[in-house]
């Protein structure tokens, strides 16, 4: 097969509440940024895709305001729904396909539009006959597995508190982030109680912006001047539908997902080989349950792995770096921004959140659906 | 570089205004258990899932993690793809590019609707701008009458030019199984049909249906080994020009599809499309795309498209034959619509197309309209190509 | 050129989405919520393939997706096998906060049962509990036609 890689990025700031743009005048910034760190012009753009949910945006066919806007007037292009880590993996078959040597992919949200209606929208992701007027949205059935991991491992809440101090804290070197924040285990501990075992701090807010990737196959990427980032593998997986069919306290997608993704790159020591992590934290127990599922620790030993340091910036295997989802969620663009902040760690790039020099090799992690249901991993390389 | 992808397999729903038997997961599963047996496989066999639909017809987020009951897309990668109308054949490129590139050797493809759990025009408002437009639109319907006007003021069509390609249409859905309006029309029925926004009939219109269509695409490495004649996918192209309803700003044709058009016989080599392709199945959501869009897409001169369909060419036994499966006017489920103009086109070239086969299919065309005027178009071949 | 925008107001404007449903339950389903509502009676619906029963019953096992069979009449009791104790409530949950969110094993089935707990004290909430569903006085075939699930000794 041929490679595929990242050759231009570019996001808007994570913010709380956009009120100078529309979710389509983000996606341009995000576009515009992208072009001009690939150091190109739309011509070299082959087709584009774009990454959006209609709940989200309350808009059916969300996708249309925002082709325009990546570029796309005379071009072929396509749409996903889900969150930008699924956009980019179509955006990729696209590129390997033989059709295109180059694709543009962008993803958004704008929650602060209908922030106040946000448990409608999560709500609205339960089957309507079965299960949709028992009133759960994401975070009450998250807490749901929140309280069935722990239990099931002895997690503690100061264990998962940990989470957002790190992750918060990690923000301060993030120009882009909406919340970075100086906090301890006990502020965590402190915070408001929403449902059981979630407090305010353990939960990611929802957030404004658009981000932006930029794909190459070998050939065409000499074309942009940018230290080429290489997909060196990539999978995705998702778990059955209903609550009920599935044990919270596994995630055996984002296993099967690793499993494969790290095949697919030839990596056999993930806690080894992998030089840092960025992936979905929506709530702090979610980052100890995929760092278990990735296989950076036993099973059950997230919470030793985080009290331990060493998924710290200056950690043996440093996640989240940038603050996470916890310091800034868009929802739907979330995983495209972990991708994002992977392939400045392996450019050198990533200013105060470089982990270290001479970054080879970088995960990024999306999920799609309720607790996790669907998980999409990224290994990227630099050669 | 990218390997050769064809569909090996399809299956489709019985479609019918309200589907009341079965909720969305298991009109989905319908469609997934017909394909399977097409394609003479099990869910076993298949490496992925991707589906579609317009979320809020069904008013369900997520619908990739939520139709896993029906899609059997547990314990595997599943992805929903969605660009409103062209949905179905967007899902059709989707597939194709999905195993060319090697990524996955057997794709499970799936398009669905239960347009009868909501209001549509309710539903297709929110597409609009909810600032600059929404306070002035209405539904899906006041584009194509635009165009429809423009169409008729510049080339002097008339509603009688429409109401035959209702008539064909209509008429060839009699030998398909699974459409949805399954009587014929006459010119006088389309023309005393009540005007919905002018020039438009009720009979020059699209029905709302519910339905499940699934198409199975497999590269070269596992297609021949799996299917005595693929369905091989020459080439794709689209286009989507529109940000705003008011872009189509007097034009007398659809501009995305007429670029689609261009780029795809460029890059096949069709030069003469009447000639060379032997069957279309055409996204015509309205009569009077029969007549404008066959224009636009170069299968005649514009102006000229009403001469062709009073002749006969586009009938069942005529030189190029349209909608063969009765088209979107006897069925439209619309995540599924474009999907089952792809499996109806992988049907005739693979010979199944039963009542509604057109002889010795060697070249066919699906092609994708979405009310955002989204142009898709597939051409599909029974030679395995170069 | 000079930032335009520094002098302009940022306007928010309101709205609406306003799109009603009608979902179809589908035979199987109806015939679910039937039993519920006129008999109080909780149902599961068996896998020929996986040999488990699942509830609430589905068409096809979401597992196997081979359809399944025998319907299989549950008593309604069960253990918890998770729950949350929801503190801040919002306006689309049916119970005011404090109240729990539970997904409970009923007694013969295989899948987890979604619902709330009612008639207990929040804190006493522990997984292992065994619970028994309270009906609705009105009942209408819908997964509120049981109003919660109550502890039993």
Redesign the interface.
Known sequence: ??RVAIVGIGQTKIEASK??Q?Y?EMVYEAVKLALEDAGVGMDEVDNVVTTS???WD????S???V???SG???????????DGT?GA??A????????YGSTLVTAHGKGSESRSIA???????F?????R?????MT?AC??????YM?RYGITEEECAQVSVKNHGNALDNPNAQSPMKITVEDVMKS???????KALDVSPISDGACCLILANEERAKKFRTKPVWLKGV????????????D?SEC??LE??AAKAYRMAGITDPRKEIDVAEICDAFTYQELMWTEGLGFCKKGEGGKLVTSGATAKDGDIPVNPSGGLLSGHVAIAAGMYRMIEAVRQIRGEAGGMQVKEGVKTALAHGV???CG??HCVWILGSE | MGKRAAIIGTGQTYCKSIRRDVNGQELINEAVTRALQDAELTIDDIDGVVIGNMDHFEGINYVDCWSIDGSGGYMKPTMKLCTGGTTGTTLGIGGYHMVASGMFDKLLVIGWEKNSESDTTGAIVTATDPILDRGVMAGALAGLAIEASEYAAAYGATSKDAARVSVRDRKHACNNPYAHLRKEVTIEEVLSSPVISDPLRLLDMCPRTDGACAVIYANEDVAEKLCPQPAWVVGTSNRHCYSRFADIKGQTGMLSLTTAAKELWAKTGVKEPLKEIDVMEMYQPYSWGGLIWFEDMGFCKKGEGPKYIWDGVTDMGGECPVNPSGGVISTNPIGATGLIRCAEIAGQIMGKAGDRQVPDVELALATGFGGCFWSDMILYSKNKPA | MGDYWSDAENMVQPGKIKVPYTWQAGEMASHYFTRLRDEKKILGKHCPKCDKVLAPPRKNCPFCTVPTDEWVELSGQGTVDTFTVVRKGNAIQPMKAPFVYALIRLDGADTGFLHMLGEVDPEAVKEGMRVEAVFAEERIGSPRDIAYFKPIG
């Open positions: 097969m041929d009120e100078r529309n389509p949910n209609d709940f309350g808009r059916t066919i996708c249309m305001p082709g325009g806007v796309a007037f005379d071009k072929n292009i396509s749409g996903v729904e889900g699924f993996f179509y990729t078959c696209r590129t390997l396909s033989g059709s448990p409608m929208i999560t709500n609205a992701a089957d309507p006959v079965l299960a007027s028992l009133g759960l949205d009450t807490a749901l597995q929140a309280r069935k239990q408001e109680k929403i449902a059981e075992p979630l999978s995705f997986c998702a778990d059955a539908f209903q609550l009920g069919d599935r919270l055996k997608p099967q997902a799609n659906g309720l249901q669907s």
